[in-house]
Nanobody, 120 residues
Framework: QVQLVESGGGLVQPGGSLRLSCVTS????????MYWYRQTPGKQRELVGA???????NYADSVKGRFTISRDNTKKTVYLQMNSLKPGDTAVYYC??????????????WGQGTQVTVSS
């Protein structure tokens, strides 16, 4: 029912910038809290940051001050602006949507991911 499609990944030099997009379909986007995760081989997915229904943002310490999450409810899209990129930011970045449907059930959906590589 709900589909998330990430885009905007690629190769960038250290210190460069990249903007990721996550476009949703089949959902009432405005009621979902949105998250960005990332994962490298052999590691668990790491929470990068989140933006709530109301637009409040939170970030992991490792990216705070460098990354910015925003959302456009009209376009049903969440963005991750990444500045001052470091080699340690190299990962597959995933978009995640979540809402509490009932007192006992939560709805959540994952995108397929987009590769970000930071290298000289």
């Amino acid at each position: 029912q709900v589909q998330l499609v990430e885009s905007g990944g690629g190769l960038v030099q250290p210190g460069g910038s990249l903007r990721l997009s996550c476009v949703t379909s089949g959902s009432n986007f405005s009621i979902y809290d949105m998250y960005w995760y990332r994962q490298t081989p052999g590691k668990q997915r790491e929470l990068v940051g989140a933006i709530t229904r109301g637009g409040t943002t939170n970030y992991a310490d490792s990216v705070k001050g460098r990354f910015t999450i925003s959302r456009d409810n009209t376009k049903k899209t969440v963005y991750l602006q990444m500045n001052s990129l470091k080699p340690g930011d190299t990962a597959v970045y995933y978009c995640f949507a979540q809402r509490y449907h009932t007192a006992y059930e939560v709805d959540h959906y994952w995108g397929q991911g987009t590769q970000v590589t930071v290298s000289s």
